[in-house]
Each structure stands twice: as C-alpha cells, then as structure tokens.
C-alpha cells in the first residue's frame, strides 16, 4: 500500500506536468538565467574562474529546485488538493516520498540540461567521470528534495511561503551544498580526485538516510492541523 | 526554583565577574600572546550554544511526538539562548581571530557550523513570530533538521579545509590554563541555566495567560 | 547592575595591562601588521560583549515578563468585575 | 475491520494560541443521519469537519468512530471517510476521467464502470476526456462530488457544498444526500445557508463561536429556531 501510494502520487504529478509543462520549463528557464548571471560574476578577460563550474551548477541546481518546490506545492495548494491526498486510507508518509520522488525527477531533467551546459560554457570536463558525477548528483538531489519537500509541504497552509522557503531552507541544506561543490570540484582536477568524491558522495549518501528517516517519521505529525 | 533563582544569579554573576582575575593568572600562550584569554570566554561559550542547539532539538522532537506543550517552552526557550550564546560567539570569536589569524573571519568547520547553527536558530525564532498558525510544528521540524544538521555541516568542512583549533585541545590543557577555563566554562553554564529558567518562567506565564484568556471566552 | 558594570570592566583593564608588564609575552614575528593591533583592548572588549548580551537578555525578560502579568492582572481584574456585575 | 456506523465528538476542544476554534463540543451522528452543523461564517463548522476527516487533531476531547479512536483504527479508517470542502479537491490540469482514475486508485477502488457511472451520475459522460479547468463552477461542482463519493464512504463530510449551484443542482445534490443516508451513511453537512438545509436534513446542530448552543432534530420552522438560538446565546 505504501510503495503503491507513492507511485500513484508520482504518476499523478507525471501527468499534471506532461499536460502542462509549467514547472519543468519555468525551472529550466529559471536555471539558464543562473548560468547567465553567474557567468558574469566568475568569468574574468574570457576565462572562468578556476573551481567556479562546480559552484555554478549546484546553486543554479539549488535556486532551480527552490522554484520547482514552490511551484509544485503551490498546485497542491490550489484546490486544496493536498488535504484530498493527506485522507488516502495509507500512510500519509507514502504521500510525502511520491511527492519528493517528483521534485527528483523533475531535477534529474533540469541537471541533465545544465551539466552539458555548465561543462561546455565553463570549459569544465564534467565527462571524465561520468558514473560518480551521476552518483554524486543522485545523492546530492536526493539530500535536497528531502528537506525541500518536507518544508514546502509544510509551508502550504503558511502566509508568507514564498519567502520562507528559501530562508527555511538554504541554511538547511548547507552539507549537500558544501559535499556536492567540494565532490564536483574534486572530479573537475586534472588527474580527477576520485577518493575524495567518493567520500563525498559517502558523505551525502548518510546524510540523505539520516535526513529520509526524519522526514518519514515526521510527516505524518506536522500535517495533521 | 523562585527561591533560589536570585541567590543562585548572584553566585554566577559572581563568578563570571571573578573569572577575569583567575584568566589573569592563568599561563600565557607563547604564540598568541595576550588575545589568547578571549579563549577562556569564547570556547566556553561555543560549548553553550551547541548544548542549548542539541536541547532545542530534542525538546522539539519530544514536542513533534508527544504533544507535550512543555517540550515546546522548551524549545523556544533553549532556541532565543542559542541566538544569544551564538551572538557571543560570532562577536568575540572574530576578535581573536582578527590578532591571531590576521583575519576577522574564516570559513573552516567550527565556524561554518557555528554561523549556520546560529542561522537555523534565527530562523526559527522567525517562523515562531510570523509564521502564523501551525508555525509551532513547523518550528519544531527546524529545530530537528537544525539539529541533525549539525554533525553533517562539522564532517564537510572539516573535510574541506580548517584552520581551526582542534577540538582535543581542551581536555589537554596544562592545569595552569584549565582551572580558569574550567572555572569560566561553568559561569557562562550556570549563567545559561538561569537565563533559561527565566525565560521559561516568561513562557509558561505565557501560556497561563492564554488559557486565562481561553477560560474567559467560556 | 551597571554600576558594578563598569567597575568590572575598570577592575579588568587594570589587571589586564599588568601580566604584559611582566614580559611574558612574547611576540611571533614582530613587526608584523596583525601584531600593532593592541591585543588588551580585544580581550576586554570580548569579555564587555558577554556582559552587555547577558545583561540585554536578562532585561528583554524581565520586560516582556512584564507585560504577561500586567496583562493577567488587567484580565484578572476585569473578570472580576464582571462576575461582580452579574 | 475499520467500518463503523455511527461517529461521535466527545468534549471535543480545539485552540489556536489564545483563540479557541472549538469548544467542548459533543455530537453524535447515526448511519442514516443527515446531520446540518449550522452557523455563521467562522463558528468553526469546519473545524468540526477536519476533526471528523482525522486532519485537525483536537487539543482536548477525542473523536471516535463505531466507539473506536482514530489512532487504534489506523490508517484504513480513511477508506471509509468521504470530504467535500469548498475547495473542490480536483487537478484542473487534470481531465475528469484522469482526476476519478486518480481518486479511484489512491482508495484502492479500480474499475472502469464505477468512474463510467460517476461521470454519469456527474452529467458529464461526454466531457470526460475535457480538463477540469475549462468546466464551468457547476460542472465542477458536479465532478467533486461524484469524486468524494467515489469510494462509497460510510462517513460523508460536506463543508459548504451549495455555494454557487444554482436550484436545479442544489435539489439533485440534495436528493442524492437522501440516497446515501437511506443506504447506511452517515451525512455531515455544514452549512451557513439554511434554505438549502431545511427540508434536507434530519438533525440539526446549531454552532457559535465555536460552542454546540443546541442539537436537536429538524422540525420545520428551522429559519426561526435558528434566529432564536443564535439570538439568545
């Protein structure tokens, strides 16, 4: 019944967004300007900075997946969806994991656009380690969406929300952000500094079991009015 | 406790106004000199705000679960005491930094995580003034992820980079140098635990009056 | 409470400019543009801080603690009149 | 077993901060009960409704359900529970039949004929592959309601469902109500129209600022007894 929940609240959000494409394009959009601006900031006489690709694509990944929480949760908001979701006869943890594996996936699209982008325009060869890249994205994504989602479900009845998220949430997400910029910028050396990523994504992969078991234990308390 | 909150208050104002003189004839440190005594008040404090930021999490996990509206007092407490005790910290540690290091700030693991604790614990006390109603269990699930947070924060930086102190200096302190800290240590404690007591006192006076105001619409 | 303050701070200035006069001090690399800053200064400007939070603490209490019970009586006394009046 | 037939508040109390939403409140309902919670706007109708739905925890007093709490029912006891709020709880990005699909798994409840009669029942048969966000209000409203009965609930919660129907759609929501009451549910619908509760329902609960000032069984002359009640409190 859990797995089951989860899945169906994903196929949902799938649904919703293959008939509209709001989000995935408002974050898509959202993340080139991130590129654009930063490109300002870190680029001198034509040349990027040293280290900067790894720092441009976890806060353009960061700033992109705050907008896409915001969004989704907004569309739970609006019909008050999200109460129809909290009476489904499982586990109202269920409800959370199906709405935070679609803030993945919806990350996993826009990182699949911006890593070939960061690489080419921050001549950063993000390709010599393609299997940790991934696996340091995955983890790195994952630690995000469970905190992000988490919060952004939570501010749903709040007044401000909008403002609270990202205030909530940066501080909170300080260790994915560090793990992921050091992990990246590791695998951006020349030869690659593959034990450093790996404890890198160590790192991540613990704290994503930690952050998860919180989250799911928690839920279900702080939804309930 | 009303007793002997003064007497108790006069004893850690006492002392925390007597530790000067102790530091004053505590060992010099031969490569800082004369700055190292903001140690004797900074570390301490350091210590403080990190058991006040593990109090105020676990209270707010105990508020999450139970219900127990004294877990909450709690919390709220133990979270203004982090802001304070995280104040103290950031003011004096760049200080000595300033004369020791030759810069007023520096990102390695102590301070990062002290900055981003003290963060998440005015967030907090943010979400508990405007975030309106709920905002309770919402400060409650930061206080939990704030406080699980900061082991991960301490592991990333210290794997980055630091140039902090490390940790195993202080229970290696020659005894010249550990009875002051020591001393001073459990003035700026004794100092929060009182400050605590008050402040809960002010909470539950709180939330007596909102009942009294409960009582009145019956 | 600022009284004993200030001959706190007074009394720790004081003690504080003796030990350099002892010559214990030793300088790491003199000359140096970190070592022309006064360190004493620091030191008690550091322990000044601890002082003056606490104190600003203590009083922030103190004054919405307060108001609570100004409040509670104000709602003390107003029952009471009302019950009175029925 | 999570069915029930009969729902209770005992002592019921709910506050936010200095401001109590509910107070001591106790009701019972019956299966077969239409029950009216009516009110002015405010009085807390729709606290009493989230408490029913498992989603607002009282601060005091429990909830139980066939003389079981929630809690010891875990969490199939929400099968059994059908909402409807102002807020219709559909996806407008959604089609009808996707937006009855969806529902119809998250409760477990899968068959193409149920959500053929739903649509039916809705007078959107033809419409189903429309999304929701171009439907007018009524039409809307007709889908929500079929949506909140789809997994035939034994408790049904209406919190102002009449807002903007015009009469036609009222007296076919109204006589469906009386359908499910006669099958074995149990009706709570709050209101702060009473036209549309006179005649419909078959007790009353009368509500303000958050206090039960009576609960009795519908009789006619309801607008009056209103103004009396609400009058002397």
Not at chain 4, 194 to 209: H, N, P, Q
């Amino acid at each position: 019944m859990f797995a089951r929940t989860a899945l169906l609240v994903l196929q949902k959000d799938f649904a919703i967004e293959v008939r509209s494409r709001e989000i995935l394009y408002t974050t898509l959009l959202f993340a080139l300007s991130c590129v654009l601006i930063f490109s300002i900031a870190f680029v001198k006489e034509g040349e990027p900075l040293l280290d900067a690709a790894a720092g441009i694509l976890w806060i353009a990944v960061e700033f992109a997946g705050t907008l896409a929480l915001g969004k989704t949760f907004e569309r739970e908001r609006y019909a008050e969806t999200l109460r129809a979701l909290l009476l489904a006869p499982a586990p109202r943890a269920a409800i959370y994991l199906g709405k935070m594996l679609g803030v993945v996936a919806l990350l996993a699209v826009a990182e699949a656009l911006l890593v070939p982008l960061v690489a080419l325009l921050f001549h950063a060869p993000l390709f010599a380690e393609p299997l940790l890249l991934v696996a340091l994205l995955a983890a790195g994504t994952v630690g995000f969406s469970i905190v992000g989602t988490l919060f952004a479900a939570m501010l749903v009845r709040a007044r401000s929300r909008d403002v609270m998220l990202p205030i909530l949430l940066y501080p909170m997400t300080v260790p994915v952000m560090i793990a992921g910029v050091r992990g990246t910028s590791a695998l951006l050396q020349s030869p690659a500094d593959t034990p450093s990523a790996i404890m890198w994504i160590g790192l991540l992969a613990s704290l994503d079991v930690v952050f998860m078991t919180i989250a799911l234990w928690t839920f279900e308390p702080l939804m309930t009015e | 406790m009303r007793k002997i909150f003064l007497p108790l208050l006069v004893v850690a104002t006492a002392m925390f106004a007597y530790a000067p003189y102790l530091i004053d004839g505590a060992a010099y440190e031969s490569s800082m000199g004369l700055v190292q005594k903001i140690f004797y008040f900074h570390a301490p404090s350091g210590m403080v705000m990190l058991v006040s930021a593990i109090v105020c999490g676990v209270a707010s996990a105990l508020y999450l679960w139970k219900r127990n509206p004294g877990a909450d007092h709690l919390a709220l407490a133990s979270a203004e005491l982090t802001v304070l005790y995280g104040l103290i910290v950031m003011l004096t540690g760049p200080l000595w930094a300033r004369k020791a290091w030759g810069i007023w700030w520096d990102w390695d693991a102590r301070l990062t995580m002290s900055f981003v604790g003290w963060l998440i614990a005015i967030s907090y006390l943010f979400v508990r003034k405007y975030g309106g109603p709920g905002s309770d269990k919402l400060g409650a699930a930061l206080a939990v992820f704030g406080t699980a947070n900061v082991p991960f924060i301490y592991l990333s930086v210290n794997f980055w980079r630091t140039l902090h102190p490390k940790t195993s200096v202080v229970p290696t302190l020659p005894p010249l140098i550990a009875g002051p800290f020591w001393f001073s240590a459990l003035a700026l404690f004794l100092l929060y635990l009182l400050l605590l007591t008050a402040r809960l006192h002010l909470e539950r006076q709180r939330a007596a009056l909102d009942a009294l105001y409960l009582e009145e619409e019956d | 409470m600022l009284s004993t303050l200030l001959v706190n701070r007074l009394l720790m200035a004081l003690a504080l400019f003796q030990p350099a006069a002892q010559g214990e001090f030793v300088p790491v690399t003199p000359g140096t543009a970190t070592e022309q800053l006064p360190a004493g200064p620091l030191v008690i400007a550091a322990y000044a801080i601890i002082w003056v939070a606490m104190m600003f603490y203590l009083w922030t209490i103190w004054r919405r603690l307060n108001k609570v019970e100004s409040d509670m009586r104000a709602l003390e006394r107003r029952r009471a009149a009302s019950s009175s009046a029925k | 077993m999570t069915d029930f037939d009969s729902v209770e508040l005992l002592d019921v109390s709910r506050h936010f901060g200095r401001r109590r939403a509910l107070s001591h409140v106790s009701l019972t309902a019956r299966a077969g009960d239409i029950l009216g919670l009516l009110g002015p706007n405010g009085a807390g109708k729709s606290t009493i409704i989230g408490a029913l739905a498992t989603l607002v925890a009282p601060t005091s007093g429990e909830v139980r359900y066939g003389g079981k709490r929630a809690r010891a029912l875990g969490d199939g006891l929400r099968r059994h529970i059908g909402l409807l709020a102002h807020e219709l709880h559909l996806y407008p990005e959604l089609t009808a039949r996707q937006n009855l699909e969806f529902f119809a798994k998250l409760y477990g409840a899968d068959g193409a004929p149920a959500i053929d009669a739903a649509l039916e029942r809705a007078a959107l048969a033809d419409r189903g592959h429309e999304e929701v966000q171009g439907f007018s209000r009524g039409m809307r409203q007709r889908l929500a309601l079929e949506r909140a009965l789809l997994h035939q609930p034994r408790l049904v919660l209406f919190d102002e469902p009449f807002t903007g129907l015009d009469d036609h759609a009222v007296s076919i929501v109204a006589s469906r109500l009386r359908e499910l009451a006669a099958a074995g549910a149990i009706v709570i619908i709050a209101t702060h129209d009473l036209d549309l509760a006179d005649g419909l329902v078959t007790r009353v609960a009368l509500i303000r600022e958050g206090r039960l000032l009576s609960d009795e069984p519908a009789a006619a002359g309801l607008r009056a007894r209103y103004r009396s009640v609400m009058g002397h409190a």
